[in-house]
């Protein structure tokens, strides 16, 4: 029922910088946690960053002190600030909700119940 509609995606040069936006509607599942994964070609969909309702953030060590995630709840937004970008950060980028409750843990993607389409993320050399 939460359709998440994910934008900012493009193609940028090494080093450059991206801004992910993703806007959530149409759902009742609160408190909810956010989170951004990605998938690159022939490669499983891995974990990005996220955030819990308390607006605590997790990220993966791929990315960590060039990423930023951050959230506005009244909004249903997240966004994912991308600095420093490599080639190896080409992927399609996907922003996900999921229950705060789950037992499982932030990077785990069988968190989460609702996905978007994804935006894809090009970095040149």
């Known amino acids: 029922q939460v359709q998440l509609v994910e934008s900012g995606g493009g193609l940028v040069q090494a080093g450059g910088s991206l801004r992910l936006s993703c806007a959530a509607s149409?759902?009742?599942?609160?408190?909810?946690?956010m989170a951004w994964f990605r998938q690159a070609p022939g490669k499983e969909r891995e974990f990005v960053a996220a955030?819990?309702?308390?607006?605590?953030?997790y990220y993966t060590d791929l990315v960590k002190g060039r990423f930023t995630i951050a959230r506005d709840g009244a909004k249903n937004a997240v966004w994912l600030q991308m600095n420093g970008l490599k080639p190896e950060d080409t992927a399609d980028y996907y922003c996900?909700?999921?229950?705060?409750?789950?037992?499982?843990?932030?990077?785990?993607?069988?968190?989460?119940?609702?996905w978007g389409q994804g935006t894809q993320v090009t970095v040149s050399s």
């Open positions: 955030i819990s309702w308390e607006n605590s953030a």
């Open positions: 996900a909700v999921g229950p705060t409750s789950a037992s499982m843990s932030y990077d785990t993607s069988l968190r989460y119940v609702y």
């Open positions: 149409g759902g009742t599942e609160v408190p909810y946690a």
